[in-house]
C-alpha cells in the first residue's frame, strides 16, 4: 500500500534533524571515527515507522544503529519516535538500498537488520527482493567475516527462498525459527510484526552469518534467477 503524502513532512522532519545524515555518502570510510564511543555499527534496512528502530537502540545502548528508509513519509515517524524517546544511538538515511556501497565501506557495518520486506512475488522480479544474490553480495562487501543479516518476515515461500539464496551464497545459518513467538513474545517487534503476530501468523527468522566462503562484490555476477516465482506472497495463514 502507497502511503498517504504528508504536506508538513519538511517541517516535522526538520524537527528531527539531529538525527537525520543528510549525505551519507561524504562519510564513507569514516563512519567509525564519527560515532567513537559506540562499539559497533549496525544497520537496519527499510526501518518503515520505527518501531524496531527505536526498540532495538534502547536495547543496544553500546552500538550505534543507522536506519536506512527511501520512503520519508514512514522515516519521519521513525525520526519523532527516536527524538521523542530521547535515544541519542539512533541515525536515518534517507536512501535506496542499492547506494549502500556508495554510503559505507568494507567492514564498515557489523550487523544487518532486514524486517518484513517486500517479496516481489512475481520471478521476474526476484532480483528486487532484499534477499536476492546481487543484495547478499553487497551485504558481503560491507560486512567483515563474522558479520551477522538477521532476517525477519512472515511470508514463509520468501524465508524458504531467501534461505536458499544464503545457503548458495556462502553464507553460515546459525539461527532459524518459523514461529519465532510461539513460546511467547521475543525480541523487539516492528509495527507489521506486532500486528501479524496479534492476528496469530507465525514470524519466521533467521541470523546469516559472512563466512570465508561467502560470496562478494569480487565474486563476479550472480547466476541469473530462473523460476523464483513465490508460490503464495502472502506466505502465511490467518
Not at 537525520?20 to 534496512?45: C, H, N, S, T, V
Not at 536506519?67 to 525520526?79: L, P, S
Not at 524458504?160 to 553464507?171: A, D, F, P, T
Not at 566462503?213 to 502472502?234: H, I, M, V, W, Y
Request: hydrophobic share 40%; proline share 5%.
Amino acid at each position: 500500500m502507497r502511503m498517504r503524502k504528508k504536506p508538513n513532512l519538511i517541517p516535522r522532519m526538520e524537527k528531527c534533524e539531529r538525527v537525520q545524515i543528510k549525505q551519507p555518502e561524504a562519510l564513507r570510510g569514516k563512519w567509525r571515527a564519527m560515532f567513537p564511543a559506540y562499539d559497533e555499527l549496525w544497520l537496519e534496512i527499510g526501518c518503515g515507522k520505527g518501531r524496531f528502530t527505536l526498540g532495538t537502540a534502547q536495547a543496544e545502548p553500546k552500538n550505534m544503529l543507522i536506519a536506512i528508509e527511501r520512503v520519508e513519509d514512514a522515516m519521519v515517524t521513525a525520526m519523532e519516535r527516536v527524538c521523542d524517546a530521547g535515544v541519542g544511538n539512533v541515525r536515518f538515511i534517507s536512501r535506496d538500498a542499492l547506494k549502500l556501497r556508495e554510503i559505507f565501506s568494507a567492514g564498515e557495518i557489523s550487523r544487518i537488520f532486514i524486517n518484513f520486506c517486500d517479496p516481489w512475488p512475481k520471478s521476474r522480479d526476484a532480483k528486487h527482493r532484499l534477499t536476492a544474490p546481487g543484495f547478499l553480495r553487497m551485504y558481503a562487501d560491507l560486512l567483515p567475516p563474522g558479520g551477522q543479516i538477521h532476517f525477519k518476515t512472515d511470508n514463509l515461500p520468501l524465508f524458504e527462498w531467501s534461505v536458499e539464496q544464503l545457503k548458495n551464497e556462502g553464507w553460515e545459518i546459525s539461527e532459524l525459527t518459523n514461529d519465532l513467538h510461539g513460546e511467547g513474545e521475543c525480541g523487539v517487534m516492528t509495527d507489521y510484526e506486532a500486528k501479524f503476530h496479534a492476528q496469530g501468523v507465525k514470524i519466521n527468522r533467521l541470523v546469516a552469518e559472512k563466512t570465508e566462503n561467502t560470496k562478494d562484490g569480487a565474486s563476479g555476477e550472480p547466476a541469473r534467477l530462473r523460476n523464483a516465482a513465490l508460490s503464495d506472497a502472502r506466505g502465511a495463514e490467518k
